[in-house]
């Protein structure tokens, strides 16, 4: 079954103009509903939206896809977000990225395009593949990422308080790894911020400071 409607609907999403989550008022709203054959009480909907920033005044395309089997975080139906065109954070790669050694390159390259793109799932599962990178290419020891870890300390690639940073990012990709867990934005871009500052002081930094200095 489809249905149309007008709306004056409110919603936050991202715009790709503001480079933030703003208020967006939904101009047009289509819904196309689905029930399964097998099981009458399970439905599932996508819903195509025009919605425009109330910063701004841009245009945007929304589309939701849905269904009635209910969230255990949120209480309410699950539903999947997607704006088009695609919101980019606006995060660039850290500088001097395009020295990190190439397998390292290429997980963090694309740990960030999962960010820009707005893929939670994926970034964590990145940022964890990044500290995991970091630990093998530095030669750390040990039978699972944890104890990796407490071994930089000893090899003083890294600080105390960095492993204790790198903790915190490794629960953050087994959860998306192993709950499914999609993260927040703004845990994720602060996550991003220290995966930046430990590829900035054990690769780029020292070889920035070697040319400057030789």
């Known amino acids: 079954m489809t249905t149309e409607a007008p709306t004056s609907e409110k919603i936050k999403v991202g715009c790709r103009a503001c480079r933030n989550n703003t208020n967006h008022v939904v101009l047009k709203s289509i819904t196309v509903e689905n029930s399964s054959d097998q ?7 996508q819903r195509y939206q025009i919605i425009q920033c109330q910063g701004c005044e841009i245009l945007a395309f929304l589309a939701i896809d849905g269904d009635s089997m209910i969230d255990n975080e949120t209480g309410k139906p699950y539903e999947q977000w997607e704006v088009f065109p695609v919101w980019p954070s606006g995060r660039s790669l ?36 990044v500290v995991e990178t970091v630990a093998k290419d530095r030669g750390a020891k040990g039978k ?16 105390e308080d960095g492993a204790k940073i790198l903790h915190r990012l490794r629960t953050l990709g087994n959860k998306a790894a192993h709950e499914v ?18 590829l900035a002081a054990v690769y780029t930094l020292p070889k920035r400071a070697a040319r400057a200095f030789k």
């Open 94 to 129: 850290l500088e001097g990225a395009s020295t990190l050694p190439r397998q390292l390159r290429q997980v963090y390259s694309e740990t960030m395009n999962a960010l820009n793109k707005g893929q939670p799932m994926l970034c964590g599962l990145g940022i964890r593949a």
């Open 39 to 45: 099981d009458p009480e399970t439905r599932t909907w």
């Open 181 to 198: 867990k999609a993260h927040r934005a703004d845990e994720l871009a602060l996550a991003m911020d220290v995966v930046d500052h430990l």
């Open 144 to 159: 699972d990422l944890e104890r990796r870890i407490d071994h930089l300390v000893e090899l003083k690639v890294l600080t």
